[in-house]
């Protein structure tokens, strides 16, 4: 009997369904698809407000938390015949940077950060940041799609004078679609929900808050249904939001996802 048998997963992505809902299927389980990713529109308004900005040294420190984010930037630069100053300005501020993507491009334009996280997650780079004082210190802070709401607390609560970078404005996932979610969830009609960006796991809790009923989510996920997670950096997100069992994959692959699930409930069938 294959593993997911009678499993019905929520798919919250919006790329490679048909993909995703195949390895499902070969496992013997049902694949929804239920986007809770959103999508980015358009350059930001401000951005190249921003990029002047950082060309003209106004920042102590910068935070860049995505590789496209780093990109989108020099890209505007570009665009502004102001790439020169832009890579000038980066080299003599101190820069943080989350994951392997955000570094790799900073690499290629010769910056190497001052901060690195331990592990590709915001939490990672919040426990390095920690050991720096930024009290009353200019921040730029580069998010995209993540609001990543640990890191802003902790700038506040370090009296740092920050201001918050978005290369991208979003606009969010479809409410019918996260009424219909949520409500399936709440229901116990699925099995698991997979998540495999950020952004899907701060628009579903977001949009749970938004009907009062984060607390009742946290206890489907406790009780009922299995957050699925791409791999650590996601489940981090889940953690954050409070939800304690997350099943991910050591490597980050949406196959690698897959198995694991079918992994975690032959093991719960075993100790049945």
Not at 133 to 144: D, E, I
Not at 257 to 264: D, G, K, P, Q, Y
Request: a negative charge.
């Amino acid at each position: 009997m294959k593993k997911l048998a009678g499993k019905k997963i929520a798919l919250l992505g919006s790329r490679k369904i048909e993909d995703i809902s195949k390895l499902v299927e070969n496992q013997g389980g049902v694949a929804v698809s239920r986007s809770a990713q959103g999508t980015a529109l358009l350059k930001d308004e401000k951005l190249q407000y921003h990029v002047e900005m950082i060309t003209e040294c106004n920042f102590d420190w910068i935070i860049f938390t995505t590789g496209i984010g780093v990109e989108t930037i020099y890209q505007t630069a570009l665009e502004m015949n102001r790439s020169d100053a832009l890579v000038n300005s980066l080299q003599k501020a101190k820069i943080a940077a989350r994951g392997y993507k955000t570094a790799n491009m900073l690499k290629k334009l010769d910056i190497i950060p001052a901060v690195r996280d331990d592990d590709g997650s915001m939490a990672g780079l919040l426990r390095e940041l920690s050991a720096h004082s930024l009290k009353g210190l200019k921040v730029a802070l580069q998010l995209h799609g993540d609001p990543a709401p640990h890191l802003k607390q902790w700038l506040e609560d370090n009296q740092a004078d920050y201001e918050e970078i978005l290369p991208y404005t979003h606009i969010p996932p479809d409410e019918k679609v996260m009424d219909l979610l949520l409500s399936e969830i709440l229901d116990g009609e699925l099995d698991s929900v997979f998540f495999t960006s950020t952004p899907q796991v701060r628009n579903l809790f977001s949009f749970a808050r938004k009907k009062n009923a984060e607390e009742q989510l946290k206890t489907c996920f406790s009780e009922q249904a299995v957050a699925l997670s791409v791999g650590k950096v996601t489940a981090q997100a889940l953690h954050e939001e409070g939800i304690a069992r997350v099943i991910f994959p050591e490597a980050e692959r949406i196959g690698s996802a897959v198995i694991e699930l079918a992994r975690f409930y032959a093991e719960e069938e075993f100790k049945d």
